[in-house]
T-cell receptor, first 114, second 115 residues
Framework: AQSVSQHNHHVILSEAASLELGCNYS??????LFWYVQYPGQHLQLLLK??????LVKGIKGFEAEFIKSKFSFNLRKPSVQWSDTAEYFC????????????FGTGTRLQVTL | EAGVTQFPSHSVIEKGQTVTLRCDPI?????LYWYRRVMGKEIKFLLH????????ESGMPNNRFLAERTGGTYSTLKVQPAELEDSGVYFC?????????????FGEGSRLTVL
C-alpha cells in the first residue's frame, strides 16, 4: 500500500519569504500526485496535480511542484508567500490510471505573518 | 454551480448514540467518496461509490459504519453506536465519471465529537 510523508507539520513564514513544503511517497508503481489546500473555514481544493510529462507543474496562485522520481518526492514551492496563503496543505497520491482513493499525508499548516 | 454540501457541519453526541452524516455531491458526479481525518492525522479514505454501488469500501473501520447512496444522488454515513475514537472530521468528495482529471471536489466536512 502507498504512503505519503509530509515532514513539516507547522511552518511559519513572513510575507515575501520563499516556501518549500516537502512531500515523499512510498509506492512500487507509478502514481498520480496532488497538492490540496484547505484555507481557514473552507473546503479542500486542488492546488496542482501531476500525471505525466513535464515534472515541473504549475498550479493556482503561483504555486508549483516538482516531481523527482528518483527521490519519490513532490515538493511544493512558491517564491514569495502572501498572508492569504495561510492554510493547511496536503500532499496526496493515487495509483496511475485509477479513479480510486487518494492517500494523503498528515498535512502542513502554513502560517504567514505580516 | 453548487459545490459538495455536507450536513451537519458539527455534531456532538454521547458514546453509544447514533449519528447520520449527509453528503450532497455536485450534480452529475457519479463518483462519491467519504474520507475521515482524526485530529492531527492524515485524511483517510473510507469508501467510494459509483452511482449507487459501493466500488471500494476497504477503508471502513468496522461494521458500526454504514454508508448508503440511494438512487445514486446524496449519500449518508451512519455511525451506530458511536465510540470515542470515531471523533474527527468526515469529508465527502465527488468527481465526474468520465474524463477523469484527478480532481476531487470536497465538501467542508462534518466534524463529529463523541463524548
Amino acid at each position: 500500500a502507498q504512503s505519503v510523508s509530509q515532514h513539516n507539520h507547522h511552518v511559519i513564514l513572513s510575507e515575501a519569504a520563499s516556501l518549500e513544503l516537502g512531500c515523499n511517497y512510498s509506492y512500487g508503481g507509478t502514481v498520480n500526485l496532488f497538492w490540496y489546500v484547505q484555507y481557514p473555514g473552507q473546503h479542500l481544493q486542488l492546488l496542482l496535480k501531476y500525471f505525466s510529462g513535464d515534472p515541473l507543474v504549475k498550479g493556482i496562485k503561483g504555486f508549483e511542484a516538482e516531481f523527482i522520481k528518483s527521490k519519490f518526492s513532490f515538493n511544493l514551492r512558491k517564491p514569495s508567500v502572501q498572508w492569504s496563503d495561510t492554510a493547511e496543505y496536503f500532499c496526496a497520491v493515487n495509483p496511475t490510471g485509477t479513479a480510486s482513493k487518494l492517500t494523503f499525508g498528515t498535512g502542513t499548516r502554513l502560517q504567514v505573518t505580516l | 454551480e453548487a459545490g459538495v454540501t455536507q450536513f451537519p457541519s458539527h455534531s456532538v453526541i454521547e458514546k453509544g448514540q447514533t449519528v447520520t452524516l449527509r453528503c450532497d455531491p455536485i450534480s452529475g458526479h457519479d463518483n462519491l467518496y467519504w474520507y475521515r481525518r482524526v485530529m492531527g492525522k492524515e485524511i483517510k479514505f473510507l469508501l467510494h461509490f459509483v452511482k449507487e454501488s459501493k466500488q471500494d469500501e476497504s477503508g471502513m473501520p468496522n461494521n458500526r459504519f454504514l454508508a448508503e447512496r440511494t438512487g445514486g444522488t446524496y449519500s449518508t454515513l451512519k455511525v451506530q453506536p458511536a465510540e470515542l475514537e470515531d471523533s474527527g472530521v468526515y469529508f465527502c468528495a465527488s468527481s465526474q465519471a468520465r474524463g477523469y482529471t484527478g480532481e476531487l471536489f470536497f465538501g467542508e466536512g462534518s466534524r463529529l465529537t463523541v463524548l
